[in-house]
C-alpha cells in the first residue's frame, strides 16, 4: 500500500490561490493513478480531481473546472493540485487518494487514502 501525505493547506482571501501537494511513499509512484476529494462542515466528502498513469487523464469537478488544475512530477513522486480564483465554496478538508492506473470519481475505488489539509477560504 502507498502512502500519502498533503501539505500546501492555509487560509486565503477569495480570488486567491494555493497549491496543495501530495506526496507518496511505500510504492512505486508508477501505474498509480491519484484524485483529490474534499470535505466541508457538515457534507458529504465529494469529488475534486483525479488525474490517471495511463494516458495522463485528467477529470475535474463541475465546480473547479477551469480554476483548479490537477498534475504530476512522476520523479517527485508527487500529485499536485493548483487551486486558483478560490471562493469561500472551495472551504474544506482536501485529500489526496491513490489508485492503480485509471483513476475515477468515486472515493470507494481509491486503496489509500492520505489524512488530508485544510483549506480555509475567507476575507
Known amino acids: 500500500q502507498v502512502q500519502l501525505v498533503e501539505s500546501g493547506g492555509g487560509l486565503v482571501h477569495p480570488g486567491g490561490s494555493l497549491r496543495l501537494s501530495c506526496a507518496a511513499s511505500?510504492?512505486?509512484?508508477?501505474?498509480?493513478?491519484t484524485g483529490w476529494f474534499r470535505q466541508a462542515p457538515g457534507m458529504e466528502r465529494e469529488f475534486v480531481a483525479a488525474?490517471?498513469?495511463?494516458?495522463?487523464?485528467?477529470d475535474y469537478a463541475d465546480s473547479v473546472k477551469g480554476r483548479f488544475t490537477i498534475s504530476r512530477d512522476d520523479a517527485k513522486n508527487t500529485v499536485y493540485l493548483q487551486m486558483n480564483s478560490l471562493k469561500p465554496e472551495d472551504t474544506a478538508v482536501y485529500y489526496c487518494?491513490?489508485?492503480?492506473?485509471?483513476?475515477?470519481?468515486?472515493?470507494?475505488?481509491?486503496?489509500?487514502w492520505g489524512q488530508g489539509t485544510q483549506v480555509t477560504v475567507s476575507s
Open positions: 511505500g510504492r512505486t509512484f508508477r501505474n498509480l493513478a
Open positions: 488525474i490517471s498513469w495511463i494516458g495522463g487523464r485528467t
Open positions: 487518494a491513490a489508485r492503480y492506473f485509471t483513476a475515477t470519481m468515486r472515493e470507494y475505488d481509491y486503496d489509500s
